[in-house]
């Protein structure tokens, strides 16, 4: 039996955006302050960590994020790892979405599998890209450990998937901003072995951000 790829999947760290409550999806928008501050905290955590790739969504958010851990060498970007389209509503705050589009608001919240952003994406067309993106990352390292610096969206997704879970379990996952999953790939079976750990951030304070 071969060793198990072991991977370090990541949400990257605050955006302004994220603190405003505004929807994000493909918009690039670019770390905040406090976002810097949580990537070099992130980057510290694994710091001693023999990782033998760094993979990332590839807007600049997680890219920022990604190469703080990578600190000089490449960072990958994967199509497949790119944040959920939000569609109309990306750029827009959350109170104005839940005022102008209050049904549908409310459907993304009660049952998030049968959502689809205005000409956006839903959960199961994140699935159908991100899963087989992580598997081929898996495939590539036996035996090793990378970085996979992706999105809120995408992460809980894809953790969804690696439990067994159905995307009407999406709001049942936590994802903060710059928090650490560590997943292993062993043959044909994935297993969890940390979830949303956001330890090494005590230093910024308590203020998690899971929007």
Known sequence: MSDPARIFLIRHGET????????RG???IPLGERGLGQARLLAERLRGTRLEAVYSSPLQRALQTARAI?????VRAVDGLVDMSYGEWEGLPLTEVQARWADLYALWQERPESFEAPSGETLEAVRAR????????AQAHGGGSVAVVSHRVVNKVLLCAILGLDDSHFWEIRQDTACLNVIERDEA???????????HLRELGADRRDF
Do not use: S
């Open 16 to 23: 302004e955006w994220n603190r405003e409550e505004v929807f």
């Open 26 to 28: 493909r918009k690039d």
């Open 70 to 74: 990578a600190a000089g060498a490449e």
């Open 130 to 137: 991100a899963l087989p993106a992580l598997e081929a990352i």
């Open 189 to 199: 079976i994935w297993i969890v072995r940390l979830l949303n750990d956001t330890c």
